[in-house]
């Protein structure tokens, strides 16, 4: 993957007002013949607040370039920022601290865990950090995501896009630096991704918070602060 930066221009990695910075990013797969260089040089810049969508046709790094940024990979070569802390400096234990506090996941096909209700799910992160809850806030949260009569309900008794709402209200219970985004709407009909993309921009715009979207979705050019254009390498 090279990106581009259609609008607004480029901006330069710069760890003062950015969440997430990316540097001369590559990752290469396999060696000799099989190599594969899924990311070929990207660099990025997210401040803090905006709503970043990363596009692209199929195959050309976005879930790579996704899971490197949220250190769940490494890359080949180049660095990760997030929250100004560079991700290649830190063991696996810090790393695994810093995803549990500074970032939050929303995946494609919801993740939520099924024996805990709408509100148990949004209050786990809570609890595997041994923070105090904070009921004022996981309420306000839950009427966010317009489940206040729903959050006694487990997944299977929702739909998709109201475990969507619990896997963002998940996500944001945290405060996270960043939260990443895999294919938010990839599961949802047309009208439930939708209301999962407003809802992730009303969260940067009510929260400022930061997220970082990977999607095929064509509409989601309506809702980003940004988009980068993922290109077959
Ligand atoms: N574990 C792996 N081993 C070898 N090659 C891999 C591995 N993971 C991904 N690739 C290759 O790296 C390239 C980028 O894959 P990636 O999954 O990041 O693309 P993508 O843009 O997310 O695709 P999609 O939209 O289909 O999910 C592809 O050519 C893929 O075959």
Same mark, same amino acid.
Request: proline residues 6%; aromatic residues 4%; glycine residues 10%.
């Given at each position: ?67 490197? +940024?949220?250190? =769940?990979? @490494?890359?080949?070569? $180049?660095? &990760? ?5 560079? /991700?290649?400096? #830190?063991?696996?234990?810090? +790393?695994?601290? =810093?995803? @549990?506090?500074?970032? $939050?996941? &929303? ?5 939520? /865990?099924?024996? #805990? ?6 209050? =786990?992160?809570?609890?595997?950090? $041994? ?103």
């Amino acid at each position: 993957m090279n990106t581009t930066h259609p609008s607004p221009p480029p901006t330069l990695p710069d760890n003062s007002g950015n969440a997430v910075t990316a540097t001369e990013l590559t990752r290469r797969y396999g060696t000799g013949t099989t190599t594969v260089d899924a990311l070929r040089g990207v660099s990025l810049a997210v401040p803090h607040g905006e709503l970043a969508a990363i596009m692209g046709p199929s195959g050309s790094g976005k879930s790579t370039l996704l899971h490197i +940024l949220a250190g =769940l990979d @490494r890359p080949t070569s $180049g660095e &990760v920022t997030i929250g100004g802390r560079a /991700l290649a400096g #830190l063991d696996d234990r810090d +790393l695994t601290l =810093l995803r @549990r506090t500074q970032v $939050g996941f &929303v995946f494609q096909f919801f993740n939520l /865990l099924p024996m #805990l209700t709408a509100e148990g799910n949004i209050m =786990l992160p809570l609890k595997l950090a $041994g923070k105090r809850q904070d009921p004022d806030w996981v309420n306000e949260l839950i009427g966010k995501v317009g489940l206040s009569d729903r959050r006694d309900h487990l997944p299977s008794q929702l739909s998709g896009g109201q475990q969507q709402r619990v896997a963002i209200a998940r996500a944001l219970v945290m405060r996270p630096t960043v939260i990443f985004a895999d294919e938010p709407t990839g599961n949802l009909d047309s009208r439930g991704g939708a209301e999962i993309l407003a809802l992730l921009r009303a969260a940067a715009d009510s929260y400022h918070q930061t997220i970082v979207m990977v999607t095929h979705e064509p509409r989601v050019s309506t809702v980003a602060d940004r988009t980068l254009s993922a290109k077959l390498s």
